[in-house]
């Protein structure tokens, strides 16, 4: 089969060059467009990431020499008919305007949380919620697109629906209750956070990302019934943070079970989580969606978070937790741009191509 034609849709971004790097040399999708705003339009990719003389390249892996020299578009100008897929990373606001421009043509898998909350859209994380798919059917149906929009959730929503979902799976949860220690690149370069703000320092708030990830955390593990997503009914109270940390997440985790577990059966259920989906070989898959460490001072964001090259969830400090009914607790790391963004939402791409979403 040959590679479908796909663009990166504001790849200058930190988002974005995650795309260009887990695509650069892809079996299924060849990057023929890359877009960025209209102040680097025209300009070669490798010089539309350097600002003021600095490259700012932000990938681990160095960028491909071909998409050095493509030529970058303006996103506003992408016309949807030359490509097959579209892969979007832009701030809220622009994807609201530009990404049913697109969607209305071909599949767009997004980055961006300007659809998440519609009715007939799914939020999706690879292996947790093939069931809420079908409402891609509805969705394209009701608002007559031949493409669709698949957002994936915030970056912090990724690794805590990945620990919770087995949990909920096996046991029923209660009761939710999460603080996060959020990486600096998680809020991208424009504006970005301020070196002057972080260094040395926490930030105790992140506006708008606690109501987030408790929205979205209920409806990916909530039901598909109706045309619509029930949302799950258990509680989700978070605090988010910032902190001088370069990628990767931190998230301590309790949970209130809905029926007594022990600590071996709770290990048990995150260990074997996914196993189906993981099975399946797709090329950004890693080999376990969770990996959990015995190590009483892992998971540490710079020893952790390249753990299969940043796509599993890893979880330490598993233990229970005595003030919750049945009650357990945890601390997560996952990373923020490779699972909890570009290279996640490339992983939910490989699936929806083997189920005929994509193609
Ligand atoms: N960073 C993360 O860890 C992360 C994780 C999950 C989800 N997300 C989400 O992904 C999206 C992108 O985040 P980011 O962190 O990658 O942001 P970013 O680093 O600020 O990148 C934004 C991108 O959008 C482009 N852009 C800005 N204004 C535009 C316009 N008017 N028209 C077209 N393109 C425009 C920028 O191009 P120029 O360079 O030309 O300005 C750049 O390529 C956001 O919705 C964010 O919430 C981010």
Redesign the pocket.
């Known amino acids: 089969m040959s590679r479908l034609r796909t663009a990166v849709v ?7 060059q995650q795309f260009a790097a887990t695509l650069a040399d892809h079996p299924a999708f060849d990057v023929t467009v890359l ?6 339009a025209g300009k070669r990719y490798r010089d ?1 990431l350097t600002r003021n003389g600095a490259f700012g390249w932000w990938c681990s892996e160095p960028l491909d020499d071909r998409l050095a020299e493509m030529v970058v578009q303006d ?2 100008k992408l016309d949807p008919h030359s490509v097959d897929l579209v892969f979007t ?4 606001d ?2 609201k305007r ?1 990404e049913p421009v697109y969607a209305e043509h071909v599949p767009v898998l997004s ?3 300007a659809f998440r909350y519609e009715e007939d859209v799914p939020i999706l994380v690879p292996g947790v919620n093939p069931d809420h798919l079908p409402l891609i059917r509805e969705m394209q149906q009701r608002r007559g697109w031949k493409g669709f929009i698949a957002p994936n959730p ?2 912090t929503t990724v690794g805590l629906v990945l620990t919770l979902a087995p949990l909920h799976r096996a046991f029923g949860l209660n009761l939710v209750v999460m603080t996060s220690l959020q990486a600096v ?6 504006p ?1 956070v301020l070196a002057l703000d972080i260094l040395d320092n926490v930030i105790p708030n992140i506006s708008g990302e606690e109501g987030k990830v408790e929205k979205e955390t209920r409806k990916i593990l909530g039901t598909l019934s109706g045309g619509a997503i029930v949302p799950a009914c258990f509680r989700v109270s978070c605090t988010c943070t910032r902190v001088a940390v370069l990628e990767a997440h931190t998230e301590s985790v309790n949970v209130s079970l809905s029926r007594p577990a022990s600590l071996a059966e709770v290990r048990g259920a995150l260990e074997s989580y996914g196993t189906e989906f993981t099975s399946l070989g797709h090329p950004s898959s890693p080999r376990r969606l969770i990996t959990v460490t015995d190590d009483p001072f892992r998971p540490q964001p710079r020893l952790d978070r390249d753990n299969e090259d940043g796509m599993t969830t890893t979880v330490g400090r598993l233990r229970e937790c005595e003030a919750l009914d049945n009650g357990f607790k945890y601390v997560l790391l996952s990373h ?2 490779k699972m ?2 570009g290279k996640g939402c490339v992983l939910m791409a490989e699936e929806m191509l083997r189920l005929g979403y994509i193609g």
């Open positions: 504001g790849a200058t971004g930190v988002a974005g877009t960025a705003s209209e102040r680097n539309a996103a506003e990373a832009l701030e809220s622009v994807a530009l980055t961006a949380s915030n970056c690149s998680g809020a991208g370069r424009t970005g923020n741009t909890g963004a």
